[in-house]
């Protein structure tokens, strides 16, 4: 009987491996598999070597590099002496996989990496570790495959998961009713990120552009998307200072207002690519500690942000960032998109390019069907 071996690193590398166990049990349902992941994995029948919580935490401190370097050992020690498996399938969770492919890809197992670092974005020099450890890499992007293709690397792209995972566009009316919002007024969403310094530092900026917006265009409303990693206590005061605005908080509504907005205010991330999917016009701005700012510079290797931008190798959507962070350069870019037809119908015509950039077969399945072919 064959094996397979996969490890993720957090809730959406769970989430994708997961699909991709669902595919090839479909395929192949003699396949062993055991590996690293959650709650996704242990409900596709996944063996768990531990549980991914021990690797979700972020930091520099000491306590949580020791335990990232104990566990990786753990694992390795694992997969080489215990579980032999026939591949190893890593999924996104860069840092810990790219140092862990060093030690395994020395005993004859196949690694295989789907969803692969960023590389593309910052730190190139990681290509290397992949080029010399990583048998095959499954891109999500068309663009990486060319760039693994330079340095000789074997790659295929497998579409990006996003694109079956999407629930479809929420209907607009149901979900105006359903909030008690003004049919009649266009509808912003902001979306001010997932962490608490990103809130800390555009959440003020965001309200900010909101009241600007609405002292020059009074037919508008306005809702907040609340991640589920920020507590009410952080949000909850910075809004009450905006009592003017009259926005309501939103949670686990994401995709919804993602589909029904008239346009987005977003911190940078893959919401953008959501949006982008949804055909929704938006503006991407961002504005970190200065010191975030200056490693960021030191370490990118690309201009732009924004995952449409990237893709598609110009500028679709504004970028707004750092120092040009203001509320009225994001209001304005705003108010644009609302006012001017043209250029609004030109953004939703390049963000439907995007989605074909992008459209292929199902991810998992592309990804499965690999798997199988060479395990």
């Not at 000491?62 to 753990?74: D, F, M, V």
């Not at 991330?269 to 960021?296: D, H, K, N, Q």
């Not at 350069?329 to 644009?336: A, D, E, G, R, T």
């Not at 399945?365 to 072919?373: H, R, S, W, Y």
Request: hydrophobic content about 40%; overall charge positive.
């Amino acid at each position: 009987m064959k094996k397979l071996f996969i490890i993720t690193g957090e809730y959406s590398g769970d989430k994708h491996a997961s699909d991709v166990v669902r595919e090839i049990r479909k395929l192949n349902p003699n396949i062993e598999i055991e590996g690293v992941g959650g709650s996704n994995l242990a409900a596709e029948g996944v063996k768990l070597f531990c549980d991914h919580s021990k690797m979700s935490a972020i930091g520099f401190n000491t306590k949580i590099i020791l335990t990232h370097i104990q566990l990786g050992q753990k694992v390795a020690k694992y997969i080489k002496e215990d579980f032999k498996p026939d591949m190893v399938l890593m999924v996104d969770y860069g840092g810990f996989n790219l140092n862990l492919s060093k030690v395994l890809s020395h005993n004859g197992i196949k690694l295989y990496y789907y969803i692969p670092p960023q590389i593309w974005a910052s730190r190139k020099w990681r290509i290397h570790t992949v080029k010399k450890h990583i048998d095959k890499v499954l891109t999500i992007f068309p663009f990486e495959k060319k760039m693994y293709d330079e340095y000789g690397i074997d790659s295929e792209f497998v579409g990006h998961p996003l694109l079956t995972q999407i629930p479809p566009k929420a209907d607009k009316s149901s979900f105006f009713l359903e909030q008690g919002l003004d049919k009649n007024k266009k509808l912003i969403s902001i979306f001010p990120g997932s962490r608490v310094f990103e809130i800390k530092n555009l959440l003020k900026l965001f309200l900010d552009s909101a009241r600007l917006i609405k002292s020059k265009e009074k037919n508008v409303q306005f809702l907040i998307a609340q991640a589920p990693t920020i507590k009410d206590e952080l949000i909850q005061p910075i809004i009450n200072e905006y009592s003017d605005l009259d926005i309501k908080v939103l949670k686990k509504k994401n995709y919804d207002l993602l589909a029904v907005s008239d346009a987005l205010i977003l911190a940078s991330g893959t919401v953008a690519l959501e949006a982008a999917i949804y055909e929704t016009p938006m503006i991407i701005s961002y504005r970190g500690p200065l010191y975030l700012f200056l490693v960021y510079r030191l370490v990118r290797c690309i201009k732009r942000v924004c995952l449409p931008n990237i893709i598609m190798d110009k500028d679709i959507v504004p970028e707004i960032l750092q120092y040009s962070a203001k509320p009225s350069i994001i209001s304005s870019n705003i108010l644009k998109i609302l006012s001017d037809e043209n250029y609004r119908q030109e953004m939703i015509n390049s963000l439907k390019n995007v989605k074909q950039m992008l459209k292929t077969s199902g991810s998992a399945q592309n990804v499965a069907q690999i798997v199988v072919n060479n395990i």
